[in-house]
Antibody, heavy 122, light 107 residues
Framework: EVQLLESGGGLVQPGGSLRLSCAAS????????MSWVRQAPGKGLEWVST????????YYVDSVKGRFTISRDNSKNTLYLQMNSLRAEDTAVYYC???????????????WGQGTLVTVSS | DIQMTQSPSSLSASVGDRVTITCRAS??????LNWYQQKPGKAPNLLIY???SLQGGVPSRFSGSGSGTDFTLTISSLQPEDFATYYC?????????FGGGTKVQIK
């Protein structure tokens, strides 16, 4: 059974940093691209970032480029999102999600974690 | 960036109704269109990928159609567990983008 378990969310002041983690199990982690998708309170879904299975390719939405870094440790089956220079508009539930296909880095997401809430406020 | 526009933003329907949700892309995305269902407090769930392929475990009352810029999600006979918010998502190019969502409510 595929499981994705996020952690690391919390309350942080504007300009602060936070690192999210997503522990994966139940599938061959190192052959699938993984992504972060966020959802601001009461709002829709927003793709944030994707990393290829090997970790060699990364992709970001413009609003987080230069501030967020996606990474993975395939020996630990864990995905990360390092978030720096946080802003109020980054407040959201952050989901990690698994790409459905091995052959594409950027596709549809067939498994999602339960989400972790990041609140940026003074 | 490719903009995804869903309509309607909300609808009210009864159990047993046929429901259709529309998603329009700001440029052609071929068939790189996916649909998700999200219930309150839960993560999204993939229903349809590649415009018309049913994800495993999803009931056959859900179907998708379209290509290019115009797509539809149809629920042939609405069930109580289908009351939720539905999102389309394009996977044609980065940034990956979602529609604004369609909330399906009980009439």
């Amino acid at each position: 059974e595929v499981q994705l378990l996020e952690s690391g969310g919390g309350l942080v002041q504007p300009g602060g940093s936070l690192r999210l983690s997503c522990a994966a199990s139940g599938f061959t982690f190192n052959i699938y691209a993984m992504s972060w998708v966020r959802q601001a309170p009461g709002k829709g879904l927003e793709w944030v970032s994707t990393i290829s299975g090997s970790g060699g390719a990364t992709y970001y939405v413009d609003s987080v480029k230069g501030r967020f870094t996606i990474s993975r440790d395939n020996s630990k089956n864990t995905l990360y999102l390092q978030m720096n220079s946080l802003r109020a508009e980054d407040t959201a539930v952050y989901y990690c999600a698994k790409d459905r296909l091995v052959v594409r880095d950027l596709g549809e997401f067939d498994y999602w974690g339960q989400g972790t809430l990041v609140t940026v406020s003074s | 960036d490719i903009q995804m526009t869903q309509s309607p933003s909300s609808l009210s329907a009864s159990v047993g109704d046929r429901v259709t949700i529309t998603c329009r892309a700001s440029q052609s995305i071929s068939s790189y269109l996916n649909w998700y269902q999200q219930k309150p407090g839960k993560a999204p769930n993939l229903l349809i990928y590649a415009a018309s392929s049913l994800q495993g475990g999803v009931p056959s009352r859900f179907s998708g159609s379209g290509s290019g810029t115009d797509f539809t999600l149809t629920i042939s006979s609405l069930q109580p567990e289908d009351f939720a918010t539905y999102y389309c998502q394009q996977s044609y190019s980065t940034p990956l983008t979602f529609g604004g969502g369609t909330k399906v409510q009980i009439k």
